[in-house]
């Protein structure tokens, strides 16, 4: 009952914006009822994109400005494509090209942006804070499409769209997150939000790629490749080599680590699902094998970021409950 | 080794105030009188003798407070901070004298730098400031500086702060060439290759938000080094702002054996730990980071049991535009010097961890010695340098208040109890609010 009754509410103008500004800047600002609010949202918008008439009347006339300090396909598309099928405007800006190449500095850009008076800004960055910072000095609603290695909010909804959509559930499953976990603001939303829901999360890794003190976000590690065995799903990260100092010796060869930690058909269990945020290292974190058997749900992760992507900006404009709360912000000076 | 204005010393009387130094052992309702900038008499209903009168009932009269750990950013930088506005920012915060550090640009590295900030500091210093000199030319840790020289054109002390002196080799050469100088070598204790891109301690909570961890053992792997090297040569050392359980170890261990070594530590790292940085306000970004609630507890026992002898801001102007970036661009440090003694009364004395007289103490003496200066007394015969506190008193730190041409402090916003009411630096009263 709860879906239609979004679905009916989908197609009617948003009400006024709250008076406190929301912004989803990271996974642990949701609660367990925000995450089911925004995947209920989002499998009523999957409905919805079945019919051929594809797009709804609901963000018309809103502005959503996607900006890009980072190169994105996924996301980047898929928050322009949400977007559009919500029939907002789009605006999209990419740091090479606009006046950051300049030298112009994130508030000034945040400001000049937030003069056009957008409803949504959502922002990627190579820097930790910077959805923080945007949402501190706009008075525009924030989604963080990635910043730095710190958080990826929409990236661990999708996911949890994912497994969701192939068992049926999520409290109770067991994930195995393999790779380059230091580095990834992928593996950080996802341990929250699988943590949120009453999964099970095992990292592995090479020692050096565990960051210490990870276990107090809730899961479990290991070294051994061998321990992705005892888990519903293998969700294997990218491993990052533009993310790597020079030297850093983090592992000692690309080589190596394929050798020790990359997902393979041996290392697998029949029926075990894959997955992987992309964009694929094939040979490195993942066999090719893996990557394009049935068992991967890699294409799917993708399908589900178009419509958990909708739910998020349709969530954030709408007055549904203020879940997804502003973070602490304490102005700067 | 200090320099500043120079004004005749005040006549003045402080009545009625709760008289307490903790090195002269005095803690008693008493009368101060000031002639011509020197303590007179100490004692119960003084005669004004014509003298301004302070009405201090119910306020705490103790020694002023000495900061052996500032940044002025002149020459380089006058658009963070100056002499002048220092200084002014030093005596609001009750202090009777402060140390400077050289990592400016230019570097204090050469007697002509130097002589340019003591001329300026002669000019505008409304409170005594002593500049310290680079350990190695430029701060890059090749070339020792001409520290005889140095030393003779006033430098206070040697310190390539902001930096570690890496290389084993030369830190051993600046203790044994040091020598030729009474001035103590002040050592900033940082691994870089263990630092490296480090933006917060490294813990569950860097973990969590991705940012490049800083272990702590950066920090104590380089202060047991340099401890090492004191005990070997005979020489001693000051560490500068400790942030490690371990380092404070290694310095207790070492003093028992008899290595020179005072240390000293910050108001921040002192009241928060890393959970601050959950907020990813610039304001808490800082080198070294701010570390675990471990690591705080050891710092203060280390500051209670007199390991760390000397409170120190580490005040670090930083211009607003360029702290008002993501945290990960922003530069490290915070300001100190006009929240110093509110926040360490709020977070330590009113909260029950140390005793008022011992922070007293620790702001004063403590820092005095460790630099080998007069620690600030109150007794008859002695330069007054004297701070009026009201610990009564809640104030709420704003942009607004600050004397200091920056405003990046961890505290905005936040209401503190014990307040400055008057500081009297070198018998000149310097500030009054």
Avoid at chain 2, 11 to 37: F, Y
Avoid at chain 2, 170 to 193: F, N, S, W
Avoid at chain 2, 333 to 339: A, D, I, N, P
Avoid at chain 2, 407 to 420: D, I, Q
Wanted: with cysteine; charged share 25%.
């Amino acid at each position: 009952m709860a879906e239609l009754r979004v679905m009916r509410d989908a197609l009617l103008p948003p009400q006024q914006p709250p008076a406190e500004r929301r912004h989803l800047l990271s996974v642990a600002d949701l609660s367990k009822e925000d995450i089911e609010r925004l995947l209920g949202t989002a499998r009523s918008f999957a409905r919805s994109l079945e019919r051929e008439m594809k797009k709804l009347p609901t963000l018309r006339g809103r502005l959503v400005v996607n900006v890009f300090y980072e190169s994105s396909t996924r996301t980047s598309s898929s928050f322009e494509l949400a977007a559009k099928r919500l029939s907002a405007d789009t605006m999209s800006i990419k740091a090479s090209g606009s006046a950051v190449d300049k030298g112009e500095s994130l508030k000034d850009t945040a400001l000049t942006l937030g003069a056009y008076d957008p409803d949504v800004i959502v922002m990627r960055h190579p820097q930790i804070g910077a959805a923080h910072f945007v949402a501190g000095v706009t008075g525009v609603h924030v989604v963080n499409a990635g910043d730095g290695k710190h958080q990826h909010p929409t990236q661990a909804l999708l996911d949890l769209y994912t497994l969701q959509d192939e068992f049926g559930r999520l409290e109770g499953l067991h994930v195995a997150i393999v790779g380059d976990v230091l580095h990834s603001r992928v593996a950080r939303s996802l341990v929250q939000a699988l943590d949120l829901v009453g999964a099970r999360t095992t990292l592995v890794g090479p020692p050096t790629l565990l960051p210490r003190g990870v276990e107090a976000m809730g899961c479990e590690t290991s070294t051994d490749i061998r321990a992705i065995g005892a888990a519903d799903v293998v969700y294997v990260l990218r491993m990052q080599r533009e993310r790597m100092l020079e030297g850093a010796n983090y592992v000692p060869s690309l080589r190596e680590y394929a050798e020790r930690w990359g997902v393979t058909p041996e290392r697998l269990r029949a029926g075990q699902k894959v997955m992987h945020p992309g964009p694929m290292n094939r040979g490195v974190e993942i066999d090719p094998r893996v990557a394009d058997a049935s068992d991967a749900l890699i294409e799917g992760q993708v399908r589900a970021g178009l419509v958990t992507r909708m739910a998020v900006l349709y969530d954030l404009l709408t007055s549904g409950p203020v879940g997804v709360k502003a973070a602490q912000l304490t102005e700067v000076a | 080794m200090l320099f500043s204005k120079t004004a005749p010393g005040e006549n003045l009387i402080v009545r009625g105030a709760r008289v307490l130094d903790p090195v002269e052992k005095i803690d008693a309702v008493l009368d101060v009188r000031v002639d011509g900038g020197t303590i007179a008499e100490i004692g119960a209903r003084l005669d004004p003798n014509a003298h301004r009168v302070v009405e201090a009932e119910g306020l705490t009269l103790a020694p002023a407070f000495v900061d052996p750990h500032v940044h002025l950013r002149t020459p380089g930088r006058e658009d963070e901070e100056t002499i002048a506005s220092g200084t002014r920012a030093a005596a609001a915060g009750g202090y009777c004298a402060i140390l400077a550090m050289p990592n400016t640009d230019p570097v204090v590295d050469s007697a002509a730098v130097l002589g340019s900030l003591v001329e300026t500091a002669q000019a505008e210093a409304e409170v005594p400031v002593g500049f310290l000199a680079a350990i190695s030319k430029g701060l890059d840790g090749a070339e020792l500086t001409e520290m005889a020289e140095l030393a003779d054109a006033g430098a206070a002390g040697f310190s390539d702060d902001g930096m570690p002196v890496t290389a084993p080799g030369l830190m051993r050469m600046a203790l044994q060439y040091g020598a030729v100088t009474d001035r103590p070598l002040a050592l900033h204790c940082e691994e870089p290759t263990l630092s490296r891109s480090g933006q917060m301690h490294e813990g569950s909570v860097s973990a969590e938000l991705g940012l490049a961890g800083y272990p702590s053992v950066a920090e104590s792997l380089m202060v047991e080094r340099d401890l090492s090297l004191a005990a070997y040569e005979g020489r001693p050392v000051h560490l500068l702002h400790l942030s490690a359980r371990e380092s404070v170890d290694a310095v207790r261990r070492a003093r028992a054996t008899g290595v020179r070594a005072t240390a000293e530590v910050t108001p921040h790292h002192l009241c928060l730990t890393d959970e601050a940085v959950r907020s990813l306000d610039s304001n808490v970004k800082m080198n070294p980071p701010l570390r675990s609630t471990d690591d705080r507890t050891a710092l203060v026992e280390g500051l209670r049991d007199g390991t760390i002898q000397a409170v120190a801001t580490d005040h670090a102007p930083h211009a607003r535009h360029e702290k008002e970036v993501p945290f990960e661009a922003a530069p490290f440090g915070v300001t100190g010097l006009e929240t110093a003694f509110g926040a360490l009364y709020t977070h330590l004395v009113e909260s029950g961890l140390i005793p008022l007289e011992l922070l007293l103490e620790r702001m004063s003496a403590g820092p005095a010695e460790a630099y080998g200066l007069p620690a600030p007394r109150i007794a008859a015969g002695e330069t007054a340098n004297l701070v009026l506190l009201d610990t009564r008193g809640g104030w709420r730190v704003d942009e607004n208040v600050f004397r200091s041409r920056s405003a990046n402090s961890w505290l905005l916003g936040e209401r503190l109890t014990g307040k400055v009411r008057m500081t009297v630096a070198a018998g000149r009263t310097v500030f009054e609010g």
